[in-house]
């Protein structure tokens, strides 16, 4: 319990240094403690478990790897900005600003577990497993896609914001969905032709049974992201007591979801209640963020996306590949059929694609100067 205090109080207070390099877009800092703590992580826990720390030495491995990262990111931010005692006359804005994540963490835990709960109330453990496995996979595209957006989309759009670039702050956001959507779709198709086999190379021939799980969990999570571009919005506007009132209602919306479609449907039940929540959720997050910034969704290019998204899909549909080469070789194919139909309907694809990489690489941002600085020091 001790060890396991010291490692909450660390991890957090890490986080906020590590935030920091996030913030002003110092991406090769903030990668580089990451892949530290990735690999460390692991080394740190397999020397200890293995040298007969048991449990204890995992916890001891966080920490120490904590300490360490904690250690480096604060000397890298103290020696930047220095040190100074806290203020505390914004407080109530800050709190004000800040307090309704945390209903909102708590309803994103609720509708994420749900599912698997109630599965395992109405169909018990083994499915549950069965299910975990394509549910893991399908939240693990999404997030491959959107998650290095989001890592520094929010700092730049902020920055944007603040400095009262309202119109490059909706081009940023309009073009960055674009090349989302264009990115995720052949990755969706792949899903959809090739998750039996995706899950039975990772796992075993049992798992493969609850595969076409994984793209309608993975359609679901890319519903959810797209909705983080709201979010940002909300966050921008200072409106973030709307939060925990939308995703209050998407958990309630997936609990009752799963307490109808599972009983009759089972794991089919549960990813397209958390597919259907999550699209509910984007629709919602629309109609709420549309009047505070008000985006282009370009129909027509999401028609084209949509195209040759298709014309990927029938032409590898009448492949099986069994073998990890093949699989790869199909890949390789679909993607390069989705890239010249995308060329052929007149997409911008190579914009898309530079805007994307802009998106994921920006420039870095200076961090804020020191006092003396500010005032006009050297």
Same mark, same amino acid.
């Given at each position: 319990?001790?060890?396991?205090?010291?490692?909450?109080? /660390?991890?957090?207070?890490?986080?906020?240094?590590?935030?920091?390099?996030?913030?002003?877009?110092?991406?090769?800092?903030?990668? *580089?403690?990451?892949?530290?703590?990735?690999?460390?992580?692991?080394?740190?826990?397999?020397?200890?478990?293995?040298?007969?720390?048991?449990?204890?030495?995992? $916890?001891?491995?966080?920490?120490?790897?904590?300490? $360490?990262?904690?250690?480096?990111?604060?000397?890298?931010?103290?020696?930047?900005?220095?040190?100074?005692?806290?203020?505390?006359?914004?407080?109530?804005?800050?709190?004000?600003?800040?307090?309704?994540?945390?209903?909102?963490?708590?309803?994103?835990?609720?509708?994420?577990?749900?599912?698997?709960?109630?599965?395992?109330?109405?169909?018990? *453990?083994?499915?549950?497993?069965?299910?975990?496995?394509?549910?893991?996979?399908?939240?693990?595209?999404?997030?491959?896609?959107?998650?290095?957006?989001?890592?520094?989309?929010?700092?730049?759009?902020?920055?944007?914001?603040?400095?009262?670039?309202?119109?490059?702050?909706?081009?940023?956001?309009?073009?960055?969905?674009?090349?989302?959507?264009?990115?995720?779709?052949?990755?969706?198709?792949?899903?959809?032709?090739?998750?039996?086999?995706?899950?039975?190379?990772?796992?075993?021939?049992?798992?493969?049974?609850?595969?076409?799980?994984?793209? $309608?969990?993975?359609?679901?999570?890319?519903?959810?992201?797209?909705?983080?571009?709201?979010?940002?919005?909300?966050?921008?506007?200072?409106?973030?007591?709307?939060?925990?009132?939308?995703?209050?209602?998407?958990?309630?919306?997936?609990?009752?979801?799963?307490?109808?479609? $599972?009983?009759?449907?089972?794991?089919?039940?549960?990813?397209?209640?958390?597919?259907?929540?999550?699209?509910?959720?984007?629709?919602?997050?629309?109609?709420?963020?549309?009047? /505070?910034?008000?985006?282009?969704?370009?129909?027509?290019?999401?028609?084209?996306?949509?195209?040759?998204?298709?014309?990927?899909?029938?032409?590898?549909?009448?492949?099986?590949?069994?073998? /990890?080469?093949?699989? *790869?070789?199909?890949?390789?194919?679909?993607?390069?059929?989705?890239?010249? *139909?995308?060329?052929?309907?007149?997409?911008?694809?190579?914009?898309?694609?530079?805007?994307?990489?802009?998106?994921?690489?920006?420039?870095?941002?200076?961090?804020?100067?020191?006092?003396?600085?500010?005032?006009?020091?050297?």
């Amino acid at each position: 319990m001790r060890l396991g205090a010291v490692s909450l109080v /660390l991890s957090a207070t890490k986080d906020v240094f590590k935030r920091y390099y996030r913030v002003f877009v110092r991406m090769k800092t903030y990668s *580089a403690f990451t892949i530290a703590e990735s690999f460390g992580s692991t080394l740190l826990v397999a020397a200890l478990v293995l040298t007969g720390y048991g449990v204890k030495g995992a $916890i001891l491995a966080g920490i120490i790897l904590d300490g $360490i990262v904690l250690g480096a990111a604060s000397f890298g931010v103290i020696r930047e900005i220095g040190f100074s005692w806290p203020k505390f006359k914004n407080a109530k804005t800050l709190v004000s600003f800040g307090l309704p994540y945390v209903p909102m963490a708590f309803s994103i835990w609720v509708a994420g577990v749900s599912d698997r709960y109630f599965l395992g109330a109405f169909r018990g *453990a083994e499915e549950v497993g069965i299910y975990s496995v394509s549910y893991s996979l399908g939240y693990t595209l999404a997030m491959v896609v959107f998650n290095p957006i989001f890592l520094i989309l929010p700092s730049i759009a902020s920055r944007l914001w603040n400095e009262g670039k309202k119109e490059e702050v909706k081009e940023l956001f309009q073009d960055t969905l674009q090349a989302s959507i264009f990115i995720i779709a052949p990755l969706l198709v792949l899903a959809v032709l090739f998750s039996p086999q995706i899950v039975r190379l990772l796992t075993t021939s049992e798992f493969a049974q609850g595969a076409h799980n994984l793209p $309608i969990v993975a359609f679901g999570y890319g519903f959810l992201m797209i909705s983080g571009f709201g979010e940002i919005v909300l966050s921008l506007t200072k409106k973030t007591h709307v939060l925990p009132l939308l995703f209050g209602w998407s958990a309630a919306v997936n609990t009752v979801l799963n307490i109808f479609l $599972i009983p009759p449907f089972g794991a089919t039940g549960a990813a397209t209640a958390t597919a259907a929540t999550y699209l509910l959720h984007l629709i919602v997050m629309v109609i709420v963020t549309s009047p /505070l910034l008000p985006l282009a969704y370009h129909p027509q290019s999401l028609v084209k996306i949509v195209a040759a998204s298709a014309a990927a899909f029938f032409l590898v549909f009448p492949w099986r590949p069994a073998a /990890l080469w093949q699989i *790869a070789a199909a890949s390789v194919a679909a993607f390069a059929v989705y890239v010249s *139909a995308t060329v052929i309907l007149k997409l911008p694809t190579f914009s898309i694609l530079r805007i994307l990489l802009s998106a994921i690489i920006p420039h870095s941002t200076s961090p804020p100067p020191l006092e003396g600085e500010a005032e006009g020091g050297s």
